[in-house]
Each structure stands twice: as structure tokens, then as C-alpha cells.
């Protein structure tokens, strides 16, 4: 059976010794032996997202802690390399949670085969997958935009972001965004199609966005929190809606995103809902197809951060936390 | 035509000089004759509702401000005196803007008439009337609680939040109040069915509400914010659903209530709305009908706290700000 090499998570960031590339140790070690029902899969990319870093604290959050000596979870893509499982057969292209590692076993569980001839296969792990079927629930399930209402995506050009402002031109919506930096201002308006964007790093934010929005907000899809959040919440239109996804910026080591003042809820009967793509498995069929459409048709565009070798990626997911990719961030393990 | 006696809203409240019973002034002048197409009110209750203490501040809120000068705005119920309106005979009795005073002219654009033969005629300032229809709309169109689950309603013993508790317990949830004073939290147990109430007054209210969430938070129905918010925002379960409906302990003198952290929404995946009443006149005659049925079967009681005479208004209207009202606040002018 071929070498493994990949990453175990090995101990907690705590309020002293904050998160990072620290608490993963390199490991290289044979595969096993497959048994009846098992298979074995070359992954060729990893996905990195924001969610695993709330993975490494104790406190549960939505999802249960990552286990310690365990190897890092991730969803990748990959080949299946041998195969005891009467659904997968060698050559199949394969979306799993393979891990931070470049050969998974897996039962077939959470494993489901992928058209790698109609899209790059990284694209299952990107547009084409969670991040966009997350995209699609908080806007279509959540924000639901009307023709002329506006939409603000923060992280405007990530994963997520990316997929979410594209969708909402397709429901013509005017479609601000916020992002980090002009380079990514820039792609965002002159690729994504963004009416307009605004970095979040200038020192005149808050004007920028007020000036970026004559008719307030009537959805804003928050990807970080923070204080762009803070600001966004400032320019709520009465019944605005709030999907709430991640908060990146803020949240993972302890430094909270408050909400300033309720008032601002009652005032604007605003509503606002966090949400977990994972809680409703019952809508990915629609959003993948959907989803799928739009990329065929070139109505939807993306773009990739990819960093080289398993062994980068403990420095590329700290990097892409801190805002440093641009677009999906994937590891390329072949 | 007879001698007339009320509130005109004199000053505003300012940061410096908070808001209290000198902001309004006493009047007394003859009422006018009644035009073609107009009837006069002998107002008997004048209703006192938190919403005012909004109106009274310049930044208008959900509503425009009140105007200074004019009448104090209130919601009354009373008995045509006088009338050259086509659709109301003297000795019809009606609910309507009457304001905060004794004789109010109406051209009966907000006025309708009640049947005060089912019920006193003050229950449609109340249960029966706009604190019901909040009640209603919170608790069915936004809660919307099954059975087992558990709702937390605040100021559980004042007019809206009786209604709520009362809505719970018909729909079979558990039912925890949050009131001051062990007097209301008594009546909450023992009048209105609460599985449970808990005093926020007290030094250990943390533990206590815990205490009394077995199973978590699955509905809050928010009517005063504070302290004792952000205590049940900690007890949350997964997919709660939080009914934003007032804030008085807190916003209207420019005291925040924070969310000390938005992260709880995302890891409860919770859903919170702000809301108004008066947004969704499609549903009041629904709600008023089922509302109307469940006083008619005795399984919707209510309490009263009556000030007499219109001069007590201004007063009575601070203390109920205070909490210092049990039961829907009135101040009876006949």
C-alpha cells in the first residue's frame, strides 16, 4: 500500500498560546489494508475553510470538536486508487471528507462521485460544493432578494462570497461588497459583476459604504463580522435580512462581534438568522443543480487560491483566516 | 359642546433632561363643533402602551415622532356623544386614536366600533385589542412553537406578554415568564398557567432561569431587553427563534441593550426578528377573532392596572415604564 503523508491535529490553541500552525504535526505512514467495503483515494485537492478553525476549540460550536491525535478534517477531491466497495470502482473522481492528507480509506459514507469532465474537480470543492451551496441557501433561503433591492456580501470575492453576490445579480439585486483590499475590490466589480465595493481596510470605511449604498440595505450576507459588520447594520432598510454565516474576522479566538444595540432589530423589524449549510441536506440536490446550471451557462465565475503540497497547508489556512487568499482556498496534493 | 381636558406634548426629552411628566402639559378648552362627517368621543379608557416613550424622542423610530403642541397620542375606547358621521349613532361604542384626553373628534378613519356587550369595552385596548394582536403575531407568526418546546416570555405578566404566556400554553409548550417581583411571578404560576416564572429583581436571577430551562430556550419573546435578555440569550437551543417586541428597560433613553456577541446566532443557527404590529393589518382580524374565542372559553384572562382620572396620566405612564404596573395599563376617565 503507498506512503501517506498529511497532519494530525495535535493540541488546542489556548488563550495563551492562540492558534496556529503549531498545533498540526506532520505524520507520514503506510495506508492500511483495505477491508470488504473500503476504499482507498489519491486526493488531488483540499479544501481549507474558515469553519475548521472553530473545529479546534473545545467548546463545541455547531459541530463537534476536532479530536486530538486525529487527522485534520477537510473535505477534498481525489481518484479512487483501489477499491473493495461495490459502488466506487478505480478511476471514479470522488468528493469526501478525505482530511488534511494526501490518501483517505473511506466506507462510502460521506463519499459521492463527481463529474470531473464537466468541471475541474477542485470546482466540487468550491462553487460547485459547499461553499456554494452555502452561498445559495443564505441568499435564496434567507435574503431571498427582490428585483432593485440591495445586497451586501462581506468577503465578497472567498468562496462563499463570491457565489453569493454572482446569484444575487442573477436576481437583479444591486450587489455591494465588502472586501480587503482594492485588488480584490477591483475583481469583484470588474469580474463578479459587483455594482460596487468597498475595502474595509481604508480609513474612511464607514463613509465608503454609506456612499456605496443611496438606497440602504435590504440584505446583507455576513461572511466576517467585526466592524465592517458593525457599520453594514447602520444602513439596515426596514425589513433588511440578516443571513449570518461566519464571523471570521472576530470570532474563533475568543474576541466577540457584538451587536451594539438590539434596537436596531425593532426599528427595522430586521431579521436576521445564522445558518449551517449542513442543516439542510434536504436542499443540496436543487442548489448543486442550480449551481451547476449557472456555471455551464458562464453566469458563474470563480476564482482559486491554491497552494502547493500537503505540507503548506497548515500556513495557507492561518493566511486565508487572516483575509491573504483570493478566492477559494484549496491545497493541491498531486 | 362640552368642556374638553388632556395632554398636549409639550417639550422633548433630551439627554440632559430625561424624559418625565413635565414634558407634557395639562389643557382645558372647550370642544369644537363637530364638522359634516365627524362624530365626538366621550373617551372612558385612555390605554398606556411603552411604544409612546418612542414617540416622545425626536429620531423617529418605527413611527414618525409625536408632534409638539399637539395632543398626546393614545388609543382610547369610549361612546359616541355627538355625531354627523353616516356610520356612527350616539351610544355606539368604539375604539379608537382618541389621545390622551377626555372628548376626542374623530372623522372615524381609525375608528371602529366595539361590542361591549362580550366583553368590558377596555379589553380591546388590551387582550382583545393591539398588546393582544403583538402577542398573537410574535408568538404564532414568529415563534411558533410546537409542543414540548420551551417559550420564555419577559414582563411575562404585563398586557402583551400575558397574552403570550397564555398563547404558549394553549399551543403546549413549556411556558417560563421573566417578571419583577415575586408578586407577579406568583400570578404568572398561579392565574396564567406559567410552568414557571422567574424574578429578574433577584440577586441570583442567572441561576434561577437556568434552573427553570431543563431544555433550553426554543422561543423568547423579548418585550424588555437588558440584563435579563442577554441571560436568556445564553440559554438558547439550536434553531431558536427570538421575537424582538420591545425594549423599554433599556433603549428608549439612548441605553443600549447589546448582544454581547453574535456568535451565539450562528451556533444556534437562531432566528431573530423585530417586529411591529401595525405592519401586518392584514392578519388583526384573524388574530382578534381566535383571541375573542379563547376570552370567550376562559382560557385567556387578563389583569388590570387603572389610574384614575386623566391627570394621572403623565405619572402612571412613567411607572408602567418602570414596571411599577401588574396587568395592562389604563387610566379610566369616566
Chains 1, 2 share one sequence.
Not at 29 to 51: C, F, K
Not at 193 to 218: E, S
Request: with cysteine.
Amino acid at each position: 500500500m503507498p506512503r501517506n503523508r498529511g497532519f494530525i491535529f495535535a493540541t488546542r490553541p489556548t488563550r495563551d498560546n492562540p492558534a496556529g500552525a503549531h498545533n498540526f504535526q506532520l505524520f507520514e505512514r503506510d495506508t492500511d489494508e483495505l477491508a470488504e467495503g473500503e476504499a482507498l483515494v489519491r486526493n488531488h485537492y483540499l479544501s481549507l475553510d474558515p469553519y475548521m478553525r472553530g473545529r479546534m476549540n473545545a467548546a463545541a460550536s455547531y459541530a463537534a470538536p476536532q479530536a486530538l491525535g486525529e487527522v485534520m478534517t477537510g473535505r477534498t477531491v481525489g481518484e479512487i486508487v483501489a477499491s473493495r466497495h461495490p459502488r466506487f470502482a478505480v478511476g471514479d473522481f470522488v468528493n469526501l471528507t478525505g482530511g488534511w492528507q494526501i490518501f483517505s480509506k473511506s466506507d462510502g459514507g460521506d463519499m459521492r462521485k463527481i463529474d470531473a469532465q464537466s468541471a475541474p474537480m477542485q470546482a466540487y470543492l468550491g462553487a460547485l460544493g459547499m461553499p456554494g451551496v452555502t452561498a445559495w441557501y443564505g441568499l435564496r433561503q434567507i435574503i431571498a432578494p427582490k428585483p432593485g433591492e440591495t445586497v451586501v456580501v462581506s468577503a465578497a470575492t472567498g468562496a462563499v462570497g463570491s457565489v453569493v453576490g454572482q446569484l444575487a445579480k442573477i436576481a437583479d439585486a444591486r450587489v455591494v461588497g465588502v472586501a480587503g483590499g482594492a485588488q480584490k475590490c477591483a475583481y469583484a466589480r470588474d469580474e463578479l459583476g459587483y455594482d460596487a465595493c468597498v475595502d474595509h481596510r481604508a480609513p474612511d470605511f464607514a463613509a465608503l459604504l454609506k456612499a456605496a449604498l443611496p438606497n440602504g440595505i435590504d440584505g446583507l450576507f455576513e461572511n466576517v463580522g467585526g466592524a465592517p459588520f458593525a457599520q453594514s447594520m447602520r444602513n439596515l432598510n426596514a425589513f433588511a435580512r440578516i443571513a449570518v454565516c461566519g464571523l471570521v474576522a472576530s470570532g474563533y479566538d475568543g474576541t466577540p462581534t457584538p451587536l451594539a444595540d438590539m434596537r436596531v432589530m425593532l426599528d427595522k423589524r430586521a431579521t436576521m438568522r445564522g445558518f449551517i449549510v449542513s442543516d439542510h441536506m434536504d436542499l443540496w440536490p436543487r442548489a448543486l443543480r442550480e449551481l451547476g446550471a449557472y456555471a455551464k451557462s458562464g453566469q458563474l465565475k470563480w476564482r482559486e487560491s491554491v497552494a502547493q503540497g500537503i505540507d503548506s497547508a497548515p500556513d495557507a489556512f492561518f493566511a486565508m483566516l487572516k483575509g491573504g487568499n483570493f478566492g477559494k482556498q484549496l491545497v493541491k496534493l498531486v
